[in-house]
């Protein structure tokens, strides 16, 4: 059965005003929203953005979508999960203060905002799969026990996964830190010894004894444990993810993501936003080149179809695939056809302009 995917297109002459009225009109006439009973505790999965990094989701945006859901009689809140990186959005406590300095405060955003506290076991939870590549998937508490999910994305281009769009979000979005270590790696970071100073940071907070420094970092991956904490110390990246193991990647997250929507077909709807298109993930917190023109808003409850329909169209704007010129190594299409495969929605669509 085809999907609908609801559209409304942005250009540069819209003002801010505008494209929050377009908005709200694409959100009323698509009723995606009809997924949210009164009562029901929503859970909007959104990314602040890095320090530094200037493309992520318009916090004012993200209010008009909490506010509408809110008007359902549902109780609202704004959430991401702590990265597996080095910076300000590895804890958090420093994660939170960065949303704030980003705009996504209350009186912005109307709701609160959750990041699950990894620190605190009983805000996360191992939910069981049994998928190719999963058997067990680590995500945030917060994501599995709402009643309703809303997913808020900015459509972009990424260097593992090809394309950013809502599957990717909730996938690799919602999982803990050592659940995205799981997703770029087999079991253990890699190791890059050439960038290694021997600082020893990572010998200190390893649990398992797994790292020495003889003449530069070594990793014993049979002890290694897969806690990414090494990972979150490094200064200079010398134990980070596998830069070749894109196409696993994109699995593995849709996986992920169909660990966390599996209970939630009909109580989830996804918002993707083709604006401030960029090469990298919102996780960049440098420059980040812009690949193509304001498209538009998306709306939809198939995320691989709004997925396939937000690259569709980009693109055909475009007159090329601007996300493999961007990338040249990544088809993110694979995770499009591994999501269809496995049940997460359709590829086939109706775009329905609003």
Known sequence: MRSKVYFTPVDVSDT???VYDKLRKLLRKSDVFRCISSGDNVAAKIHFGEEGNTGYVDPVLAGVICREAAAKGAGVRLGDANVLYRGRRKDTAEHLRLAHEHGFT??????????????????????????????KASVGRFFVE??????????????????GGAIKNVGMGCATRQGKLAQHNDAAPVVYPETCTACGACVAVCPADALTLRGGIRLDTKKCVGCANCVGVCPT??????????????KKAVEYA???????????????????????????????????????IFASSDPVAIDR??????????????FTQAHPDQDGAIQLSYAEKIGLGNQEYDLVEV
């Open 16 to 18: 801010r005003e505008t």
């Open 106 to 135: 209350r009186d912005v955003t109307g709701v609160d905002i959750v990041i699950p506290d990894e620190t605190r076991p009983e805000e996360t939870c191992e939910i069981d799969i049994d998928r190719e590549y999963i058997k």
């Open 146 to 163: 709402c009643d309703s999910m809303i997913v808020i994305t900015h459509f972009k281009g990424h260097g593992l996964t090809g394309f």
């Open 237 to 250: 990246f010398s134990l980070f993810v596998d830069f070749k193991a894109g196409a696993a990647v994109q």
């Open 258 to 296: 169909y660990a966390v929507l599996r209970d939630k077909r009909e109580k989830s709807a996804f918002v993707n936003i083709a604006m401030k298109i960029n090469k990298e993930c919102d996780c960049w917190g440098k420059e980040n080149p812009r690949i193509a023109p304001d498209v538009g």
């Open 309 to 322: 329909a937000a690259y569709d169209r980009v693109n055909a704007v475009c007159h090329k695939n601007v």
